[in-house]
């Protein structure tokens, strides 16, 4: 059934993203620069070479994984082709890869390795657009011309074939593959991906798939923002839209009409590492961002873009670390949830699973917390991170709790709720 498929990632709830190839060496995103260029930028010429100076001596898989742990993250996703085309795996049907770097080794197969060892799930994020295939494009012709592909040509069905054998190689190769994260653009149907999930599926079938390169798939993606309202099948959300209802944005779903989903988001403003862009979220607003999500039953996955050396930069480790530390405290508020009872009232955010409800309070106000909506009987109140019992009166869909005065903790304070 598909709900075995996906019952770890619905437990899991945060994991790591990770951007990274060659272009971190030029603070540059990864492949627009050539496929939308600005004056000044980067030369398509000098990002192809990118790939002769690659030598990232300093990487180590395990300090990856070691701290996706710290930050309570469930699973990874790392970049294995991006839009340019460039693999950072030892792919046998082409030339633009790691092994052919300065580096000269497998990120991939290493990562896939450290990953097995800790038993930490790890997903393929792979491009279906390549702008170094002659099959994608008209590779004589810069790819700012023609990086929407061009199915048209006859020499289209080689690079669907190309596409299919990679991902063959990713699906044998390195293990399980707990998911195939695609990003494939605009007319994502030109990919036959009715074709492609099929011989995911024969490969390996509890591999996940994303919705990104068309055909409904496992799972929605939304991409550096959060829905206003919980993902419901049939209905596609566009993010934080003014036209959404109230009405919608307050419903609770029943079980069987959610649809699944992931926000993807930057610590800062760019996915692949940038030595410029020093706009870090804070430690609150990503915390914050995490129990949004999860309150409409999501999955978060934050993303790092490793430094051209191989290693993570401090900022994103200290925001990172400063989650796990709440995590630690308040995890069982996140981890095995769902959406809450409660939705739409400004200032908290609810989540639930079986047994209790877990009140995530942005705005600290006054020693009573009042809550309207609740309608299971609660047996008992207390502070999640402590262990604090609190005293409470319910009375016809009132819930009012005595609390401290100043909020406990100024990033998200939870009450958790045992509920009958």
Known sequence: MAYDRT???RKAKFGMFIHWGPYSQASVEASWPIMVPTPGGITEAAYRALPQTFNPVKFDPHTFVDLARLAGQEYMVFTTKHHDGFCMFDSSYTDYKITNT??????????SKACEEDGMPLGFYYSPPD????????????????????PQRPEWESYLQYMQLELAELLTRYGSAAIIW??????????NGARVVQMIHDLQPATLVNDRIGVDADYE?????????????????TGIDPKV?????????????????????????????NKNDRDFKSDQTLIRSLVEVASRGGNFLLNVGPQPDGQIQPEFQQRLRAIGDWLTLNGDSIYDSTFGPIQGVAGLRTTANDKSIFVHVFDWKAAVCEIAGIEARVLSARLLANGQPLKFRQTEGKLQIDVPVQAPDPKVSVIALKTY
């Not at 300065?102 to 990562?111: A, N, T």
Request: hydrophobic residues 30%; proline residues 8%.
């Open 7 to 9: 019952s770890w990632y």
């Open 102 to 111: 300065p580096y000269g080794k497998d990120i991939v197969k290493q990562l």
């Open 131 to 150: 702008m170094h295939h002659p099959g994608f494009r008209d590779t004589t012709k810069l790819a700012k011309e023609n990086w929407h592909g061009e």
């Open 182 to 191: 695609f990003d494939g653009l605009n007319n994502q149907e030109k990919y």
């Open 221 to 237: 993606t939304p991409e550096q923002f959060i829905p206003t309202a919980i993902p419901t099948k049939g209905i596609v959300l």
């Open 245 to 273: 209802s109230q009405q919608l944005k307050n419903a609770i779903p029943r079980p069987e009409d959610f649809r699944l989903w992931e926000t993807c988001m930057t610590i800062n403003n760019t996915w692949a590492y």
